[in-house]
């Protein structure tokens, strides 16, 4: 499926599984991790990354040719979120960024408000934002008007494994959206991640669940699986739905 | 708004009737629930749940897995002042208690700064004991500065103030605070609190609230383990947390489980906590409160800090130091709090998080103007 490209900012993805950074019982899986699940975009929290020599920094074991996608953890206003972004860019992490501002410890449910003021500041700003949102819909469509590159909806809260609990919204997004729908958080197995992917996500993003099995690097290998499964399905047009348009219906053609 | 209506509404709780009604079927009961509600919590902690600690072991791994991967975050406290105005019966800064006393210089504090940070440590906590003329906002507000130029995260375990100081603490770089009310029981602390600003309970109860409200994102709590009936203490710290985390949904709110450690006081406590009863008292507040943090101090030993790595532990200190400074110089024994027991390295407890299968998190937070 090498012409199956995602584009996103400047760059096109043959992988619709994005991977993360945290959680790994050592850094030293990443590498392996990517590399077994071919993933092309990793996420790291800006508040992980240690420059200063101190202890070990993160970056050394993402390869140079997966992009790395910072993301605002810690961020509890859009004030801060634009901060991390621009020191991360400084620091050489480059133009993608994923908004996270979380003003809920409980949930960890993203701050809709915040994130939206961000989106305008980071995309007028040269950035290629990714926020993560509920999935709600009018705040997608402010969000791509604002600049956002994708949007990234919640399948369920981070962490939960809980699989797609907010499938019909993500529906209405994957439906209106003009932008890439990623889905980010709650997906706990390979079969949730096909699942997001037959509904016509663009793309997934998977960190806890390949974090915290046992094998890491065989999960992230039997997520890819999953994700290209659900991807060849959707391309393949599932019977009942279609994504192409139909001209005119073949049954009744012999009446004009 | 105070949690005190929490110690007044439990006050006169029949524990001892409840726990006598807890059988291993009501146990049981509780750890097949999703979402565990307070007599949950007290059920987890009485005699009966004693029985069913493997299972409560399981749930609180996966819980913590789950919610805080396979990661351990480190920390290191620096005394800066071991001064102090209180009385406590059972604390070895205690101002009957004839030990060297003194208060770190700026100077002093950088020095300090620069050899804990050649150990790789990022996070720092400071203490002091209570004693503001010794350590006025000002020296606090230059000693938490000199501190963020050293570290990715401030901290503080320090006397109780007001929501502004907290906030100007804030401004100058802190972003979390620790503070124990070292018992819930208020006949307990009238006992053991015998002199100084520190009697007053409700000032320090209301203490981590006016943190949360001044901004810390962190609000790490605890009671003292062996002043009061331990199981109530925990009881009411599950219940002081889950009530901070409710009422400041953006505060990340953490726990400690101090138990007695030696001091240079003749103090004995009450009761003591055994190792059983300490891992049923950490695993159910890991399944009370899922994500709050939990912190295990150097006050534990080696071998058992490194079995509670897959118990719902999510933070250690480590090479602590209890007395004031002691890093750029040598520890002068006379100036110590307590008696630590884990006297690893920093690299010994890297090695040890290691081994046990987990990652040592130096930094986990960052400057950002």
């Known amino acids: ?256 | 708004m105070s949690f005190y209506s929490f110690i007044e509404r439990y006050r006169d709780f029949d524990f001892t009737g409840f726990f006598t009604s807890v059988d291993e079927q009501a146990v049981r009961r509780t750890l097949d629930r999703e979402h565990l509600d307070e007599l949950d919590l007290l059920t987890l902690l009485s005699p009966a749940a004693g029985g069913c600690l493997e299972t409560m072991a399981q749930k609180a791994h996966r819980l913590t897995v789950q919610h805080f991967g396979h990661t351990i975050q480190l920390f290191i406290p620096l005394y800066v002042s071991n001064f102090c105005a209180n009385h406590c019966a059972y604390c070895g800064f205690n101002r009957a208690n004839a030990i060297h006393r003194r208060t770190l210089s700026l100077a002093e504090i950088e020095a300090e700064a620069r050899a804990i940070a050649a150990t790789g440590m990022q996070h720092i906590l400071f203490l002091t004991g209570e004693a503001p003329a010794a350590t006025p906002m000002a020296y606090l507000l230059d000693a938490a500065a000199c501190l963020k130029r050293h570290f990715a995260s401030v901290s503080i375990e320090i006397f109780p103030l007001a929501e502004e100081e907290y906030r100007q603490l804030r401004q100058h770089g802190v972003d979390g605070m620790t503070l124990f009310q070292e018992t819930y029981d208020e006949t307990v602390y009238r006992r053991v609190h015998l002199a100084g600003r520190k009697t007053d309970f409700r000032w320090r109860l209301d203490a981590p609230e006016r943190g949360a409200r001044a901004g810390f994102r962190a609000v790490n709590i605890g009671a003292l383990l062996g002043l009061a009936e331990p199981r109530r203490d925990i009881f009411l710290t599950g219940l002081h947390g889950r009530w901070l985390a409710d009422t400041f949904l953006d505060t990340e709110v953490s726990f400690s489980l101090p138990r007695f450690n030696r001091t240079g006081t003749a103090f004995e406590p009450t009761s003591v906590v055994d190792d059983r009863t300490f891992v049923q008292f950490l695993t159910a507040l890991r399944l009370f409160l899922p994500r709050a943090g939990i912190t295990i101090s150097t006050r534990e030993s080696a071998s058992f800090r490194d079995r509670l790595l897959h118990l719902g532990v999510t933070r250690y200190s480590a090479y602590s130091r209890t007395g004031v400074g002691g890093y750029a110089a040598a520890e002068d024994p006379d100036s110590r709090q307590f008696e630590i027991t884990d006297t690893r390295t920093v690299n010994e407890v890297i090695a040890a998080i290691v081994a046990g299968g987990c990652q040592p998190v130096f930094k986990d937070w960052d400057t950002i103007g």
Request: aromatic share 4%.
């Open chain 1, 1 to 256: 499926m090498s012409d199956d490209i995602l584009h996103l900012g400047p760059r096109g993805f043959t992988n619709r599984l994005f991977t993360g950074t945290g959680k790994f019982a050592a850094n030293t899986l990443i590498a392996p991790m990517l590399a077994a699940s071919g993933s092309q975009m990793i996420t790291v929290a800006l508040r992980r990354i240690d420059s200063s020599g101190r202890s070990e920094n993160i970056l050394h074991h993402i390869p140079k040719e997966v992009t790395l996608l910072p993301n605002t953890s810690g961020a509890r206003t859009a004030e801060e979120a634009v901060r991390i972004a621009r020191i991360a860019r400084a620091a050489g992490c480059g133009d993608y960024i994923k908004i996270e501002v979380i003003t809920d410890m409980k949930y960890l449910m993203p701050d809709a408000i915040e994130t939206l003021k961000a989106t305008e500041i980071l995309a007028g700003d040269g950035f290629v934002v990714l926020p993560y949102i509920i999935p709600d819909l009018t705040l997608a469509r402010r969000l791509e008007s604002a600049g956002a590159a994708a949007v990234m909806p919640l399948g369920a809260p981070i962490g939960s494994n809980l699989g797609l609990e907010t499938k019909a919204l993500i529906a209405q997004l994957i439906e209106t959206c003009r932008v890439p729908v990623i889905v980010d958080a709650g997906i706990g197995l390979p079969s949730q991640a096909a699942a997001a992917m037959e509904m016509g996500a663009a793309a997934v993003l998977v960190n806890t669940a390949i974090a915290t099995a046992d094998d890491p690097v065989a999960m992230g290998r039997a997520f890819d699986l999953a994700v290209r499964a659900g991807r060849s399905a959707w391309l393949a047009g599932p019977a009942g739905t279609s994504h192409t348009a139909r001209a005119s219906s073949p049954l009744t053609g012999f009446l004009e």
